[in-house]
């Protein structure tokens, strides 16, 4: 009954939002379980059939980048100066690489992997040790990461749908985009799965293998991976790489420093903006002198009160849960004897949906995590694939997941973590996108039950 019920919260907010591409659908904000209100003598429309409407396949290329040149104007010209929140973990990178000299590597960025170490000195060396000189490096390098992804991703059939996917994704990110390191980790499993799908399979396993040395997570979508006919090749590579970083950073960082940030996942409480955390939030509006928010150590907004203990408990075993399922679906998806790279960006997408809802964080930047498979999965799905309308749907899903998480970070976030008068209206925010959260993480489920059936044509 609640995957039903949030199931159709979320296609009722996706109906309201692209309504008025159908003649005669009136436009109105949607309730929950909702449908769209066809006026007398309209053509009957569902929600697949709005979608291709108005899925952008006929635009030109030259179109579709200069709207990804102004959206990256509007993002990095305007939003990133006047947004000082955006800023801060681009300083906290600057001042915690500075602890590299002075602190040793093993009590430095214990929250990342040791590799992550090393690439931050990147933009501090070239930087001269100045802040100013550290940001600009950092945001240029996250902006060219995005032209050149775009730039690959044009080069397939549906290259500039899934251009115009990307840059609408990036763009509701707002300044988070470009002051997140994230944004590597998402190109680098985009780029993997479209490197799959060529005659360029081997270097799929390399980038998986970099990815998860930055991040861990892509670690899980190695088995996406395993569609083409090379898989022997992409299995060699991920592993052969992935150990060889592992021993390099046990050696030069200390092996006890290859699990801190396993230790720190642990340690850490519920995070507000956390979908575990939906309800202590709602309760801290009636009280919020019982349901307290605190800056902790480990460097996020946390809740603390009654029953915050037993939602701690909860992410833990929906997380294993969570990882029972994704192991069947690859099991079951492994056996089938052809498999797709549509299927491929599903899976992937899952894989991060399912991390996002059963973890104890959800931090903005997560959602970067699933643009690049599914801008990716856009691109290598043929419009007769009957895969085609379900990734369209997930992606303006996302979109407006983004979206929502775009008012609630940077937006609304200084009324989510003090209690104001506006507190109230964000709060009932995050209940929406929390809940659209789960009901897309239900729909990605039920898509990952279906394809990974032997007998699907």
């Known amino acids: 009954m609640l995957s039903k019920v949030t199931a159709n919260l979320v296609l009722a907010n996706l109906q309201w939002l692209t309504a008025p591409v159908a003649q005669g659908i009136e436009r109105r904000p949607p309730e929950a379980g909702a449908q769209v209100r066809i006026l007398p003598g309209a053509p009957q429309m569902d929600l697949e059939d709005v979608v291709v409407a108005i899925w952008p396949r006929t635009i030109s290329k030259r179109k579709a980048w200069i709207v990804w040149a102004i959206t990256r104007i509007i993002i990095v010209g305007i939003w990133t100066p006047f947004i000082a929140s955006g800023v801060n973990d681009v300083r906290y990178y600057f001042e915690t690489s500075k602890l590299l000299y002075t602190s040793g590597i ?24 100045s802040y100013v000189g550290y940001a600009t490096i950092f945001i240029t390098f996250t902006l060219l990461l995005d032209f050149l992804f775009s730039y690959k991703l044009t080069s397939f059939e549906n290259g500039t749908a899934a251009l115009m996917l990307w840059t609408a994704l990036l763009a509701s990110m ?27 399979q081997r270097f799929a396993g390399f980038l998986v293998a970099i990815g998860a040395a930055l991040k861990l997570w892509p670690a899980l979508s190695w088995p996406a991976l395993l569609f083409s006919k090379n898989n022997k090749k992409i299995s060699i590579w991920f592993w052969s790489i992935g150990i060889t970083i592992a021993i390099i950073a046990g050696i030069f960082g200390g092996w006890q420093r290859l699990f801190t940030p396993i230790i720190w996942q642990r340690n850490r409480g519920l995070q507000i903006e956390s979908i575990l955390a939906t309800w202590p939030m709602l309760q801290r509006i009636a009280d919020p002198q019982i349901w307290r928010i605190y800056l902790t150590t480990w460097q996020a907004w946390e809740i603390f009160g009654p029953g915050v203990d037993f939602w701690l408990k909860a992410t833990s075993a929906l997380t294993a849960i969570g990882m029972l399922f994704i192991v069947y679906c690859y099991f079951s998806w492994l056996r089938k004897p052809v498999r797709t790279g549509s299927e491929a960006a599903i899976l992937t997408a899952l894989v991060v949906m399912i991390m996002i809802v059963t973890n104890k964080t959800f931090s903005p930047q997560y959602l970067l995590w699933l643009f690049g498979p599914l801008a990716a999965g856009t691109a290598i799905t043929n419009q007769k694939d009957q895969l085609f309308k379900p990734i369209n749907q997930l992606a303006l899903a996302v979109l407006l997941l983004s979206l929502m998480t775009l008012i609630l970070y940077p937006i609304g976030y200084y009324h989510l973590v003090h209690f104001t008068a506006a507190t109230p209206i964000v709060t009932a925010v995050l209940v929406l996108r929390n809940t659209t959260a789960v009901a897309i993480m239900l729909l990605m489920s039920k898509l990952a039950l279906k394809i990974s059936k032997p007998d699907r044509e």
Do not use: C, H, M
């Not at 931050?120 to 001269?128: A, M, S």
């Open 174 to 200: 707002g300044p988070t985009t470009y002051l997140r390191f994230d944004l590597i980790t998402a190109v680098l499993s985009g780029w993997a799965l479209l490197l799959a799908a060529t005659k360029n």
């Open 106 to 129: 093993e009590f430095t960025l214990l929250e990342y992997p040791t590799p992550v170490v090393w690439l931050f000195q990147i933009p501090y060396l070239l930087g001269f040790g």
